[in-house]
């Protein structure tokens, strides 16, 4: 408890060594002497709010002013096609500048309750009105992506923990690029197609600093292709890139063994590749030999709910226990039972969700492998239970 | 005595369907609606806290003092009552928000949170109203039955009840320590040292910013400041205290042994619930400022579930225990406490004499209620 003046100072040397170890010491000074009053005062108001802190009343005024949580405000919902909608949010204080690619972590209240996801940025940092861009694709038994796209309304705040991934291109980028999406998988790539086009264009577009990409996107039709116009455009405009569309309701699924056609140098080309698992799977099989030149996003969850006996279930910072399935993951078990559980992707890949394990062995459900040591740090999204159970959440 | 003396097994285990059946039925209901009315209820006690805080800065008008304690001492309640001592039962969990739940939440009173849901959601909501293991006031510090044996000291129970009152919350944070059990070395005195540097930690906070620092900068209305302050802090004391009395100790509510505890099942924990619990008629604003404790019956049948939730299923609880026979005790604020205040008095004095052993069931399927 208790940000004091200690923390302030404390934080602000932080920032004076960090800033200075960019050999920015003059900016460094001011931003430390700024952390440090803040900090400072934060902590000599504390004592006038405990046991709250003084944030807990800022935010009666403003809810984006709430220092320890990050969140952010809905400004605009736009329909990008019949089930796809980009929202535009402004993110409270706080917000670290996310590289194209990145995804973010978002906690909505659907009824009352809190459900975290992770969505890739649909948009290239530093939007001039500050704000960022998710786009979000309603799948059918998707409680939080249906309400997004159907139901959310401008106003409405949500929780955000800051960017997160690796699904980024490298600097500079490599000279000959190629994406492979489908879907909402588009989402990350579009991102990064405006990081690499756009801020040449800015500078006169007289020197593209890409020389080449391909873009492969399947779809089921013209009409579900989001962000379908504004590629063509981009298309248009520039001639170093070039999309290929596949209708895959008429034209039927892109196979790796299509490549060689609508690609001819696509093994010269470093890839990145976006969308349902088991295009990604026919991608890193196809890749086998040269997979420093792949890079892979999941965005779907794919969970085998292939399980075993499961067991007791003991959360140890929360004092609840709970009997989990052999198929339920922990997280859902923890969930049901009361704990306030960190989480994120739930299907294993963002890392939001690790507890340490105290006792006891889980069964990663996408393999079906059963690991665990004491202090082994577990995905609960994706592990369950083997017989008893203890971990540190 | 004995209601459920009358009752035979299955009507229990029918009677603890029936209240499994409403439980499951409003918990599955819960929604946005219930969310917005916690949150509105947060919301609305900070502003009138900064609104009270405000107004005491011109406290040296009489009207301003009036007002402004009134208001702070009105948040304090609703800070302790409807909020703190529902969020901390876990009744709002099931959001999922980190700032209002269970395991994050810090009260604004001197026990800290951690300690007091042990002595209150583990030991009191467990063994209600059991002689010698329901710590719940009174049956360590006052004689609140005659089947506890009489001791001299208890002659001066209606005064010591009365200071009680004005220093509640510190009586509680002592009361959670669980002192009695040290010399039987049930309870290590580092555990002890640990849980009171905690206690210290919060005594010290609430004194700096309530006699302190609100006080100073006040300026010249220091002493209205601090005054005013002592005066929400003791009203709430003495409201939490009337409130808690009510809810176990006035006529009709039910006292029970550790032996009728034995093999206790669901049915007849719910029945135990509700006997040894009291509710008080009234309106709305006095379930609100009761936290919902006015309540008293449902919130012990259902200790987690919203307690916005508790004016809705009465009328059905009450209907059930209707047709099952069994006693659903409430009455007015002012019965209830005047009930309470009788008891204390009468039981000052040796007596009276038990007729009957109180004949009700019980014990656990605890884990339960946990």
Known sequence: MGAGPIDGWDRAVDVLVAEASHGRFWAASGAAVESAVLGGLVGAVRWLTTPLFPEDYLSLVNPLWCGRELRGRIEAIHAETADAATLVIRPGRGWIPHKPGQWVRIGVDIEGARHWRTYSLSGPPGRPDGCITITVKAVPDGLVSRHLVRQAAPGTIVELAGPDGSFVLPEPPPRRLLFLTAGSGITPVRAMLHGLLTPAAARGGAKPRVADVVLLHSAPTSADVIFGAELRALTARFPNLRLYERHTRTEGRLRPGDLPDLCPDWAERTAWVCGPAGMLQEAEEHWAGSLDRLHVEHFRPVLPRAGGEGGRVRFTKSGRETDAEGGTPLLIAGEDAGVLMPSGCRMGICHSCVGRLTSGQVRDLRTGQIHGEAGDLVQTCVSAAVGPVEIEL | ?370
């Open chain 2, 1 to 370: 005595m004995a209601t459920t003396a009358r009752l035979s097994h299955a009507d229990v285990e029918e009677f603890g369907r029936e209240l499994d059946r409403i439980r499951d039925e409003i918990l599955a209901s819960l929604g946005k609606k219930d969310a917005q009315y916690i949150r509105g209820v947060i919301a609305a006690q900070r502003k009138l806290e900064l609104g009270g805080r405000v107004l005491l800065f011109a406290s040296w008008l009489p009207p301003a003092w009036v007002a402004g304690t009134a208001a702070l001492a009105t948040a304090k309640i609703l800070e302790n009552m409807e909020i703190g001592h529902n969020v901390l039962h876990g009744q709002w969990d099931w959001m999922r928000d980190p700032k209002i739940h269970s395991t994050t939440w810090e009260s604004d009173i001197v026990s800290p949170s951690a300690q007091w849901k042990h002595s209150h959601n583990v030991v009191h909501h467990t063994w209600t109203n059991v002689l010698g293991k329901d710590r719940d006031l009174g049956y360590t510090l006052l004689r609140v039955s005659p089947g506890q044996r009489w001791h001299p000291v208890y002659l001066l129970q209606p005064i010591y009840n009365v200071l009680l009152a004005l220093v509640f919350e510190y009586g509680i944070a002592l009361y959670d320590l669980e002192v009695e059990r040290i010399p039987a070395g049930d309870k290590s005195l580092k555990e002890t040292s640990t849980q009171l540097r905690a206690i210290a930690g919060k005594v010290r906070r609430q004194i700096v910013k309530d006699y302190l620092a609100f006080p100073l900068l006040a300026g010249p209305g220091f002493v209205p400041v601090l005054l005013a302050n002592l005066t929400a802090n003791l009203t709430r004391n003495v409201w939490a205290h009337t409130i808690i009395f009510c809810g176990h100790f006035p006529e009709g509510a039910e006292v029970f042994t550790e032996e009728q505890l034995e093999g206790e099942t669901r049915g007849e924990w719910y029945v135990r619930q509700l006997l040894g619990s009291c509710n008080i008629d009234g309106g709305r604003l006095l379930h609100l400022m009761s936290g919902n404790l006015s309540h008293q019956i449902e919130h012990h049948l259902f200790p987690d579930m919203p307690s916005n939730r508790y004016a809705e299923i009465a009328p059905r609880i009450r209907a059930l225990c209707e047709r099952f026979g069994l006693s659903y005790t409430s009455g007015s604020l002012a019965r209830q406490t005047g009930s309470v205040y009788k008891r204390i008095l009468r039981l000052a004095f040796p007596g009276p004499r038990q007729h009957a052993e109180p004949a009700a069931p019980p014990a656990p399927d605890l884990q339960a209620v946990i």
